[in-house]
């Protein structure tokens, strides 16, 4: 090669490289949000494993209602009560409502002065008082017909008592009547979306602003988060360059502030904030309700897995935090005002299923 075809080779690598340079700036600038808040800070932690009250196996999912803290122990097949400050008071033995002998809690909601829990092995939703007495109990059977379900991850509730579930395997979010009577769906059974609003990847968690009734999705394996109103019509989504849906295989940018690797449980905060877990990430992010990023918080596990598996906000502001990885449960706490610009971190990790299933895509 000539003098002259090493100039133009030399030439078109640097445009290629101020090209690249450029977009990934452009990236930044125009799809990467600032944080607005400082992180929460980590005040109190407890549990360890084991079968015994207050220690756990599998710890999922997490609410908070009435001054208790709910917290779904999954392979100890019971749900765990605590205090806010996380002293033992009681435990619910969640039984079978199915053909397995034994169930498995996945996301916690409280809603009113009720307990929504999605049981997944088992394919029902159980409704409890906020002491522990069983109320009712929808599904039982795997199906995907109306007001049936295939492993359902999160479950809670309007104020008029109406029911909304995650279907996960059904690829949908279910409507339901207080009773458990079948009212309308958003998704195609059975049948992954991707890009298209209103459309789900394995959707894991919901939760539901009592105040205005619009209904939160984590869309699990999409990355994002869908929000719909009361009556099940798309509002807007969020997480990554216009919500888009980016193939596992090339997710590097989830670790971004604003985007997600798999966000498994999600919950309102007091004054209407939503908060995430994002799991893969080990990390909490916060967002208002229009899904304009605040903050994120986190830390990476101490054992083999993720250190983040579901959140519950409460009312006094504290937010409680399931660590799977290393067995406990966290309570973290707002610090008082930023003082700084925070940086989000990129993450190449490997995906991984959630509890029971494959990730595909």
């Given at each position: 090669?000539?003098?002259?075809?090493?100039?133009?080779?030399?030439?078109?690598?640097?445009?290629?490289?101020?090209?690249?340079?450029?977009?990934?700036?452009?990236?930044?600038?125009?799809?990467?949000?600032?944080?607005?808040?400082?992180?929460?800070?980590?005040?109190?932690?407890?549990?360890?494993?084991?079968?015994?009250?207050?220690?756990?196996?599998?710890?999922?999912?997490?609410?908070?209602?009435?001054?208790?803290?709910?917290?779904?122990?999954?392979?100890?097949?019971?749900?765990?009560?605590?205090?806010?400050?996380?002293?033992?008071?009681?435990?619910?033995?969640?039984?079978?409502?199915?053909?397995?002998?034994?169930?498995?809690?996945?996301?916690?909601?409280?809603?009113?002065?009720?307990?929504?829990?999605?049981?997944?092995?088992?394919?029902?939703?159980?409704?409890?008082?906020?002491?522990?007495?069983?109320?009712?109990?929808?599904?039982?059977?795997?199906?995907?017909?109306?007001?049936?379900?295939?492993?359902?991850?999160?479950?809670?509730?309007?104020?008029?008592?109406?029911?909304?579930?995650?279907?996960?395997?059904?690829?949908?979010?279910?409507?339901?009547?207080?009773?458990?009577?079948?009212?309308?769906?958003?998704?195609?059974?059975?049948?992954?979306?991707?890009?298209a609003a209103g459309r789900f990847n394995y959707p894991t968690?919901?939760?539901?602003?009592?105040?205005?009734?619009?209904?939160?999705?984590?869309?699990?394996?999409?990355?994002?988060?869908?929000?719909?109103?009361?009556?099940?019509?798309?509002?807007?989504?969020?997480?990554?360059?216009?919500?888009?849906?980016?193939?596992?295989?090339?997710?590097?940018?989830?670790?971004?502030?604003?985007?997600?690797?798999?966000?498994?449980?999600?919950?309102?905060?007091?004054?209407?904030?939503?908060?995430?877990?994002?799991?893969?990430?080990?990390?909490?992010?916060?967002?208002?309700?229009?899904?304009?990023?605040?903050?994120?918080?986190?830390?990476?596990?101490?054992?083999?897995?993720?250190?983040?598996?579901?959140?519950?906000?409460?009312?006094?502001?504290?937010?409680?935090?399931?660590?799977?990885?290393?067995?406990?449960?966290?309570?973290?706490?707002?610090?008082?005002?930023?003082?700084?610009?925070?940086?989000?971190?990129?993450?190449?990790?490997?995906?991984?299923?959630?509890?029971?299933?494959?990730?595909?895509?």
């Open positions: 090669m000539g003098r002259v075809g090493r100039k133009i080779l030399a030439w078109t690598g640097g445009v290629l490289g101020a090209l690249a340079l450029l977009i990934a700036a452009s990236i930044w600038l125009f799809f990467v949000p600032s944080a607005k808040e400082l992180p929460y800070r980590l005040v109190a932690s407890w549990g360890g494993l084991g079968a015994a009250p207050g220690q756990f196996d599998g710890p999922n999912g997490i609410a908070v209602g009435g001054g208790r803290v709910y917290v779904a122990d999954s392979l100890n097949h019971r749900i765990q009560i605590f205090d806010s400050q996380g002293h033992f008071l009681s435990d619910i033995a969640v039984g079978p409502q199915g053909l397995l002998p034994k169930a498995r809690p996945m996301n916690l909601n409280v809603a009113g002065d009720k307990l929504y829990v999605a049981d997944y092995w088992n394919d029902a939703v159980q409704v409890y008082t906020l002491d522990g007495r069983l109320l009712r109990a929808f599904g039982g059977k795997t199906g995907s017909g109306p007001g049936q379900f295939h492993a359902p991850g999160g479950a809670s509730a309007k104020p008029d008592g109406t029911i909304v579930v995650a279907d996960f395997y059904n690829q949908r979010v279910q409507w339901l009547s207080s009773g458990g009577a079948f009212l309308r769906q958003v998704g195609v059974t059975g049948q992954k979306g991707f890009v968690d919901v939760a539901v602003d009592p105040g205005t009734g619009n209904v939160y999705v984590a869309d699990g394996y999409n990355d994002r988060i869908q929000v719909f109103d009361a009556q099940g019509r798309f509002l807007r989504m969020w997480g990554g360059a216009f919500g888009l849906h980016l193939p596992a295989a090339i997710n590097f940018l989830g670790g971004l502030p604003g985007w997600f690797r798999t966000p498994t449980s999600i919950a309102i905060g007091p004054h209407g904030d939503v908060f995430v877990a994002d799991q893969e990430n080990n990390r909490l992010q916060k967002f208002t309700a229009a899904g304009r990023f605040l903050t994120a918080f986190g830390h990476p596990p101490r054992a083999p897995g993720y250190s983040v598996g579901a959140v519950a906000a409460a009312a006094g502001g504290s937010v409680y935090v399931t660590d799977p990885a290393d067995q406990r449960v966290e309570r973290w706490v707002r610090r008082a005002a930023l003082r700084a610009p925070l940086a989000g971190a990129l993450h190449a990790r490997p995906r991984m299923a959630a509890p029971g299933s494959e990730r595909s895509h």
